[in-house]
């Protein structure tokens, strides 16, 4: 992933198979979700890497593959919801990244 070779931390990485070590997972919230409102919106299946695609659409709606989601937030960071529809949990630390409002905390 382009993300991966830009990362000036290092927090980002390949797992030792090649594959992307997940940071977190996302956790979708259909409730607050512009789809529930008639409103056509896949920005958050748009915008998740090609490489992982944990995101897709199902009819109208996003589903999320939990076990393809490797935490990078894009999602988050793109959801026009507010609150935000996505939030995501660290993989190591168990909290939540997101205040529902498109802001880390």
């Known amino acids: 992933m382009d993300c991966i070779r830009a990362c000036p931390t290092g927090a980002l ?3 030792e198979d090649g594959s992307v070590a997940a940071i977190g997972k996302a956790v979708l919230d259909l409730s607050t979700c512009l789809t529930r409102e008639g409103i056509l ?14 995101m897709r659409s199902a009819g109208r709606e996003p589903v999320l593959d939990e076990d393809l ?10 959801c026009p919801s507010s609150p ?4 995501i949990t660290p ?13 880390a905390t």
């Not at 935000?84 to 939030?87: C, D, E, Q």
Request: glycine letters at 16%.
């Open 13 to 15: 990485a390949f797992g």
């Open 41 to 54: 919106c896949d920005e958050c299946v748009t915008v998740c890497p090609s490489e992982v695609k944990a």
């Open 69 to 78: 989601c490797v935490g990078c937030g894009l999602c988050v960071f793109h």
């Open 84 to 87: 935000t529809s996505i939030r």
């Open 91 to 103: 993989a190591r630390t168990g909290l939540s990244i997101g205040d529902g409002h498109g802001n």
